[in-house]
């Protein structure tokens, strides 16, 4: 499985961009982001600068990724503070799959019990 990782530029070259993601320094293809700058942050996916992210975002993804990390560990103690946004909630079908799945339920011949 690939992860997009939150990434900070630090310098840019042509489309290439030097950037910061905890304590090492990676070379990003930001060509996908010409309105990219230093100072940036960056969802970096398969060495590719996908999008930019807010300060906020990027570090909520970095906190996200650092607790599935702790899991992988076999320590729990910081899911739900890194998942605040599921935690406690059902999870929720995107608009278009749950029409899909309305009108699939509007189609099905009610079943009757003897």
């Given at each position: ?5 939150p ?6 070259a042509?489309w ?13 293809d ?11 942050h960056v ?6 600068g ?7 975002e ?5 906190l996200?990724l ?6 992988m ?21 995107p608009?278009?799959l749950?029409a ?6 509007a189609?099905?011949?009610e079943e009757?019990?003897?």
């Amino acid at each position: 499985m690939c992860l997009g990782l939150p990434m900070c530029i630090e310098t840019i070259a042509g489309w290439s961009g030097r950037c910061r993601y905890g304590d090492a320094l990676h070379v990003v293809d930001l060509s996908l982001l010409p309105e990219a700058h230093p100072g940036d942050h960056v969802l970096v996916f398969l060495g590719a600068g996908r999008r930019l992210l807010d300060a906020d975002e990027a570090e909520r993804i970095a906190l996200a990724l650092a607790a599935v990390e702790a899991v992988m560990r076999g320590d729990t103690t910081s899911v739900d503070a890194a998942f605040a946004d599921l935690a406690g909630r059902e999870p929720m079908l995107p608009p278009h799959l749950a029409a899909a799945l309305a009108a699939q339920h509007a189609t099905k011949p009610e079943e009757t019990t003897p």
